[in-house]
C-alpha cells in the first residue's frame, strides 16, 4: 500500500491557476502509475490525470486537456497537478491516487487501490 496526502487546494477566480501537490509514502511509489480524480457533489468521482511510474506516458480527460499538466518526482515521492485557465466546472475535491502493482495508463477508478484524503479545489465565476 501506499500513503498519499495532498495539498494546495483552494479558492480561486476562473481563469487562475493552481498547484496541487500528493505526498506519498511507501516503498513502491516509484513503480505505481499515479493519478488525479475529482468528484463534485452529486457527482460521480471522475478520472482527470494520470502519469506511468517514470513519467514517460500520461494522458488526460478531455475536459482538462490543454490546461492540466501531471509530472511526478520520484525521488521526492510526489506527483503534482498544474491547473492553468480554471473554470466554474473544475470545482470539486480532487483526489490522488496509485494504481495497483503493474498497472499501466488507467482511467478508471477501480484501477487504484490507494487514495488520498482529497483537497477542495473551488473555482468562482
Known amino acids: 500500500q501506499v500513503q498519499l496526502v495532498e495539498s494546495g487546494g483552494g479558492l480561486v477566480q476562473a481563469g487562475g491557476s493552481l498547484r496541487l501537490s500528493c505526498a506519498a509514502s511507501?516503498?513502491?511509489?516509484?513503480?505505481?502509475?499515479m493519478g488525479w480524480f475529482r468528484q463534485a457533489p452529486g457527482n460521480e468521482r471522475e478520472f482527470v490525470a494520470t502519469?506511468?511510474?517514470?513519467?514517460?506516458?500520461?494522458y488526460y480527460a478531455d475536459s482538462v486537456k490543454g490546461r492540466f499538466t501531471i509530472s511526478r518526482d520520484n525521488a521526492k515521492n510526489t506527483v503534482n497537478l498544474q491547473m492553468n485557465r480554471l473554470k466554474p466546472e473544475d470545482t470539486g475535491v480532487y483526489y490522488c491516487?496509485?494504481?495497483?502493482?503493474?498497472?499501466?495508463?488507467?482511467?478508471?477508478?477501480?484501477?487504484?487501490?490507494?487514495w488520498g484524503q482529497g483537497t477542495q479545489v473551488t473555482v468562482s465565476s
Open positions: 502519469i506511468t511510474w517514470s513519467g514517460g506516458r500520461t
Open positions: 491516487a496509485a494504481g495497483r502493482q503493474g498497472l499501466g495508463v488507467s482511467t478508471r477508478v477501480h484501477d487504484y487501490d490507494s
Open positions: 511507501g516503498r513502491t511509489f516509484s513503480s505505481r502509475t
